[in-house]
């Protein structure tokens, strides 16, 4: 499953793959000092290794280190690409974490969406995909329920790792429950009302036990070193007709939603190769995203 490994630009990528090479993939956070200097803010950018290279289009919480998030909430279109082959990934994810100042090691992230990846689900179908991480993806977590973790409920509108129907939206919400403190994960079909699906503990968790301090929230890719890149979204250049996050909010203590504000204060792209991907201005909670693919590099 391709997704954002969160480490620092002097750490090497390859130092992250530890005991779980199935979450380890090509993305990296950096930080960058703030115009006053006085906070770091997150961007994520590709590392590519020499057998894989990521791709993405996303949005990123314009935040620091300091920065206390609960959670999101996003509907999102969902897409089928039924040619895509076994080395090829293709993703649109919510992406929820916290890191601290020099602490490469310890990166928590919790991530739920859709993906296509023949080489971990065996076809080529659109999957719900979740994971998470306590420790920067080296020995903790997994996807879907590959492992301890994730607790599903009884009665849950789906189950992670279910096929989902292409041309259809889901929305998705995680957020830090106040009653419990755990990370809950609620799901709805089409645009409908939102249960629950289940919850991460917080005891899985170091530094998002208490809160969230970066989320993202896009579409991304992956292939083989010389290999075409696959398409993103639904394959279009963002527009009218392309794939799309809507009605995007931040979430607070108390579990309601919040707009984002304009940047610097909410949100801010980054895209990785706009010759092949694109993403286009947010604006009224939502934005448009993806592209044709064909990247070698």
């Given at each position: 499953m391709l997704l954002p490994i969160f480490c620092f630009e002097q750490v090497a990528t390859t130092s992250w793959c530890g005991k779980n090479p199935e979450l380890c993939r090509s993305m990296r956070f950096k930080g960058e000092m703030s115009s006053n200097g006085s906070s770091l803010s997150i961007k994520v950018e590709p590392q590519?290794?020499?057998?894989?290279?990521?791709?993405?289009?996303?949005?990123?919480?314009?935040?620091?280190?300091?920065?206390?998030?609960?959670?999101?909430?996003?509907?999102?279109?969902?897409?089928?690409?039924?040619?895509?082959?076994?080395?090829?990934?293709i993703e649109a994810t919510v992406a929820v974490s916290n890191f601290q100042e020099g602490r490469t090691d310890n990166v928590n992230a919790i991530h739920a969406g859709w993906a296509i990846e023949?080489?971990?689900?065996?076809?080529?179908?659109?999957?719900?995909s979740i994971r998470w991480t306590?420790?920067?993806?080296?020995?903790?977590?997994?996807?879907?329920?590959?492992?301890?973790?994730?607790?599903?409920?009884?009665?849950a509108p789906i189950t992670p790792g279910d096929i989902l129907e292409g041309k259809s939206k889901i929305s998705v919400k995680i957020f830090k429950k106040k009653d419990d403190g755990d990370w809950w994960l609620y799901f709805g079909h089409d645009g409908g009302s939102i249960t629950p699906v289940g919850f991460w503990p917080k005891t899985l968790f170091n530094n998002l036990a208490d809160h969230a301090n970066t989320i993202t929230w896009g579409g991304y890719t992956g292939s083989n070193a010389g290999d075409s890149s696959p398409p993103m979204g639904n394959g279009q250049w963002p527009g009218e007709n392309s794939a799309s996050f809507q009605d995007i909010q931040f979430v607070d203590s108390n579990g309601s939603g919040y707009a984002p504000t304009p940047w610097p204060g909410g949100v801010h792209s980054d895209v990785t190769h706009k010759k092949c991907y694109q993403i286009s201005v947010f604006t009224n909670g939502m934005f448009h995203y993806g592209g044709p693919g064909g990247c070698t590099d």
């Amino acid at each position: 499953m391709l997704l954002p490994i969160f480490c620092f630009e002097q750490v090497a990528t390859t130092s992250w793959c530890g005991k779980n090479p199935e979450l380890c993939r090509s993305m990296r956070f950096k930080g960058e000092m703030s115009s006053n200097g006085s906070s770091l803010s997150i961007k994520v950018e590709p590392q590519e290794s020499s057998t894989s290279i990521a791709h993405k289009a996303i949005y990123i919480s314009s935040s620091s280190y300091d920065s206390v998030l609960y959670g999101t909430m996003t509907t999102l279109t969902v897409h089928e690409f039924p040619t895509t082959k076994k080395g090829q990934d293709i993703e649109a994810t919510v992406a929820v974490s916290n890191f601290q100042e020099g602490r490469t090691d310890n990166v928590n992230a919790i991530h739920a969406g859709w993906a296509i990846e023949p080489s971990f689900y065996g076809d080529n179908k659109t999957h719900f995909s979740i994971r998470w991480t306590a420790d920067g993806y080296k020995s903790t977590g997994c996807i879907d329920l590959k492992c301890d973790g994730f607790v599903p409920v009884n009665y849950a509108p789906i189950t992670p790792g279910d096929i989902l129907e292409g041309k259809s939206k889901i929305s998705v919400k995680i957020f830090k429950k106040k009653d419990d403190g755990d990370w809950w994960l609620y799901f709805g079909h089409d645009g409908g009302s939102i249960t629950p699906v289940g919850f991460w503990p917080k005891t899985l968790f170091n530094n998002l036990a208490d809160h969230a301090n970066t989320i993202t929230w896009g579409g991304y890719t992956g292939s083989n070193a010389g290999d075409s890149s696959p398409p993103m979204g639904n394959g279009q250049w963002p527009g009218e007709n392309s794939a799309s996050f809507q009605d995007i909010q931040f979430v607070d203590s108390n579990g309601s939603g919040y707009a984002p504000t304009p940047w610097p204060g909410g949100v801010h792209s980054d895209v990785t190769h706009k010759k092949c991907y694109q993403i286009s201005v947010f604006t009224n909670g939502m934005f448009h995203y993806g592209g044709p693919g064909g990247c070698t590099d």
